[in-house]
């Protein structure tokens, strides 16, 4: 059976003022891992910045059962934000948020959705919005569309409805 690992913070600092050369962010790893304790320690995670990784291939040098790993999520990102420059992306997610702001600025056809994604159990719950500055909000945006498309279908046609009868 293998063992159970966890994951901890040790410390946070404000490295801000500091130049992040592979000597410094090796100096730092290592004064972390000697003070917890090498044999604590499986891997150092990181971006994919040459002076990040520079210092892990030191500090798996140093300490030879230590692996060095690449981020996936900060690979997620840039693959991302690359796709995002794409004129189709772009205008996609331009869509989704227009729908988002629909239903957030016009209270009537929000407060229907509302009563809509309470009435069916809709997971996710209400509409996402996104921000330009987290790439994990335009999944969010794209997936709460996806998740109350029927919800919102259900809006327009009732709100037809309405409009024919009065």
């Not at 604590?40 to 040459?50: L, P, R």
Request: proline share 2%.
């Amino acid at each position: 059976m293998t063992p159970q690992r966890k994951q901890y913070i040790y410390a946070i600092e404000d490295l801000s003022s500091h130049s992040h050369t592979a000597e410094f962010n090796f100096q730092k790893m290592v004064a972390v891992i000697d003070q917890v304790g090498a044999t604590k320690f499986s891997a150092v995670v990181s971006d994919a910045e040459a002076a990040m990784q520079a210092a892990k291939r030191r500090v798996a040098t140093k300490y030879p059962h230590i692996i060095p790993i690449r981020c996936i999520a900060h690979h997620i990102q840039l693959i991302t934000s690359d796709i995002m420059k794409l004129s189709w992306a772009k205008q996609t997610l331009s869509s989704c948020q227009t729908i988002v702001s629909f239903f957030r600025n016009l209270y009537p056809a929000g407060a229907m959705l509302r009563d809509e994604i309470m009435e069916n159990w809709t997971i996710g719950g209400n509409l996402h919005t996104t921000t330009k500055t987290r790439w994990s909000t335009a999944w969010d945006c794209c997936e709460s569309l996806l998740c109350n498309e029927t919800n919102i279908k259900m809006v327009c046609i009732n709100s037809f409805i309405l409009l024919i009868y009065k």
